[in-house]
């Protein structure tokens, strides 16, 4: 699942039948892959709003993610 949403960030959404056959192969139904895609596209309108709206956030910051090692 989270090769999943790596590849559907990285991709801007645009992943390839290999891609879904690995979520599959790897035991993911199609409802977790629909609700994979749905949490990513969550994630990043919330990331977007708060950064328009210079959201202050109370939790720590989190270091960047190393997507060259996933």
Avoid: C, K, Q, W
């Amino acid at each position: 699942m989270l090769r999943l949403a790596v590849a559907i960030t990285l991709n801007r959404g645009r992943v390839d039948d290999d891609r879904f056959a690995a979520a599959r192969d790897a035991g993911l139904t199609d409802e977790e892959i629909v609700e994979t895609i749905a949490n990513v596209a969550h994630n990043i309108f919330a990331n977007y709003a708060n950064e328009a709206l210079g959201v202050e956030l109370e939790l720590p910051v989190v270091p960047s993610f190393d997507h060259a090692s996933a």
